[in-house]
């Protein structure tokens, strides 16, 4: 049996732009997708704290040390600049790994810098 299980977090970032014209996404800052084991393409959750509001999309890597998380197309119209979000990814595990896993947290400071991993 497999397991859907979240596997990483992006905890508490600040969203730093909305780009409605663009085709739909959301770019990170390079380094916060290092920390937390999120590639570029994969599909994640974004949970806005401020609105409530849950959206899956998939992730463009921005540039290292920028701080970015831009909510790109549709996505653009679920936040607003400074809102605060929760960025999760998930993974399919058989059930005996699943059972081990371990949550890899980051948390960033308000300018989305690395403050803190956690497993």
Do not use: F
Not at 18 to 23: M, Q, S
Not at 29 to 40: G, H, R, V
Not at 47 to 68: A, D, K, L, W
């Amino acid at each position: 049996m497999l397991r859907h299980m979240a596997k990483a977090k992006i905890h508490g970032a600040t969203v730093t732009a909305t780009e409605l014209k663009y085709e739909g996404s959301i770019t990170i800052d390079s380094d916060l997708l290092q920390a937390s084991d999120i590639l570029p393409g994969e599909r994640v959750q974004i949970v806005n704290i401020n609105n409530g509001e849950r959206i899956e999309t998939y992730v463009i890597e921005g540039p290292s040390g920028s701080g970015e998380i831009c909510l790109n197309g549709p996505a653009a119209r679920m936040a607003m600049i400074g809102d605060m979000v929760h960025i999760i990814s998930y993974c399919l595990v058989e059930d005996e790994i699943a059972r081990g896993m371990k949550l890899a947290t980051v948390k960033v400071d308000e300018s989305n810098r690395l403050r803190e991993t956690a497993q």
